[in-house]
């Protein structure tokens, strides 16, 4: 169990074999690569001095190496590159793995009775199906057609687990899976736009409701495409926009529409051809447009959107202030989120700019403090009390006067 787990958090930071056992050389913890695949392979076991040093490199408790994981993910699809190598796959579905692991420990006791709100899945074989289910999604949820502000946090509420992965590599889109407790999990690539974030969000939770069966994985990208489209826009909304029938589009209407939706403009594009409202001329038309002036992967129009998971972290902030886990183990969980905690806490507020900066609520905490701490001198001091009040009269100045 040791070499599992040991290999799943090397692989959840993002190291190597061979930087794991230079991080430990430079922290006068000598080993080679092939001594630590030993101890993943379960061959041999470090001694406690050195199996403290890997816990610190891999920014884990010892205890983490012993400790069963309750929670197993079964991934359902992976959008990725075909170029992605195993070994980088491996990484990002531990890394996703240990994210999970953390927060579904911390919601146990935070939260044990919470359970996720998510419909469930439904055979789709068809873009009617798809279409459908992403309807009855959004009728769930109390969505109508409103435009959604931000789907990370709505997936959140309903008890999603969203994964943001932010390392450098542009090599997958996402990947989506469900836990054996039943909570949907998706992950999220962050290096990319905020309207393409939020339309591979959608995606994900494409393949988390529709059971597509027997259907080709080529079938099964496109039936996800169309659930996140119509999640996204449904086609009430997409008619109300652009009408139901159309022989042109201005490309400004579609860089308001991506404004004002959250939807890319060659997904608003697609989404009027699909329904019907251009003819397959006009959207050709638009695609050439797009490829013509370079915007197929960066629109001149950009969408700045909330698409940023806060879930773990405000579950471990409460779980450190409750003193249910230790500030040690916060930054474990969230790396960097507990130093934040003490800056906040370093603000100075003996000054008008600093109190200014400070939050209302707590700035009126300090004010209502310094008020009751003056209080008793203010009455023991006539010098600060005996004094003439401005009268009305004050207020006004006598035109007579020189």
């Not at 209080?375 to 009040?389: K, M, P, R, S, V």
């Amino acid at each position: 169990m040791m070499g599992i787990r040991l290999r799943q958090a090397r692989l959840a930071s993002g190291m190597t074999l061979e930087m794991l056992a230079d991080r430990l050389s430079l922290a006068n913890h000598p080993i080679t690569k092939a001594g630590l695949s030993k101890y993943e392979l379960g061959k041999s076991q470090p001694n406690q001095k050195l199996l403290l040093a890997i816990a610190n490199a891999l920014g884990v408790r010892v205890g983490h190496f012993f400790e069963p994981s309750k929670t197993k993910i079964n991934w359902i699809a992976f959008r990725r590159l075909a170029t992605m190598p195993l070994k980088r796959q491996d990484q990002v579905k531990a890394y996703a793995s240990h994210v999970v692991e953390n927060q579904i420990s911390l919601q146990s006791i935070l939260f044990p009775e919470e359970s996720s709100n998510f419909p469930e899945m439904q055979d789709a074989r068809t873009f009617d199906d798809a279409e459908r289910i992403a309807m009855e999604l959004r009728d769930k949820w109390g969505l109508g057609d409103s435009t959604i502000d931000s789907l990370t946090g709505l997936v959140e509420d309903h008890g999603g687990v969203v994964v943001p992965c932010s390392d450098i590599s542009r090599d997958f889109d996402g990947l989506a899976g469900r836990t054996n407790s039943g909570f949907p999990v998706a992950v999220v690539c962050m290096q990319v736009a905020d309207d393409r974030r939020r339309y591979n969000l959608a995606h994900e939770l494409g393949h988390l409701l529709m059971r597509c069966g027997d259907v080709s994985s080529k079938e099964e990208e496109k039936l996800a495409n169309r659930f996140a489209s119509a999640l996204l826009v449904p086609a009430s909304v997409a008619k109300h926009e652009l009408g139901k029938k159309r022989k042109r589009i201005e490309v400004n209407e579609l860089a308001i529409l991506k404004l004002k939706h959250g939807f890319s403009m060659q997904g608003w594009a697609r989404r009027a051809f699909d329904l019907e409202i251009i003819d397959a001329g006009q959207y050709k038309a638009l695609c050439v447009m797009f490829s013509r002036n370079h915007w197929k992967k960066i629109e001149p129009t950009v969408y700045v959107g909330n698409e940023v998971p806060t879930r773990l972290k405000l579950m471990t902030l409460r779980a450190i202030a409750e003193g249910l886990i230790s500030r040690e183990r916060g930054e474990q969980i969230c790396p960097g989120y507990t130093s934040q905690i003490e800056l906040l806490g370093s603000e100075r507020t003996d000054s008008a700019s600093g109190l200014r900066r400070l939050p209302r609520v707590q700035r009126d905490s300090i004010l209502e403090a310094a008020a009751e701490k003056v209080a008793d001198a203010y009455a023991a001091d006539g010098e600060l009390t005996d004094f003439n009040a401005f009268g009305q009269e004050d207020l006004y100045v006598d035109s007579t006067e020189s």
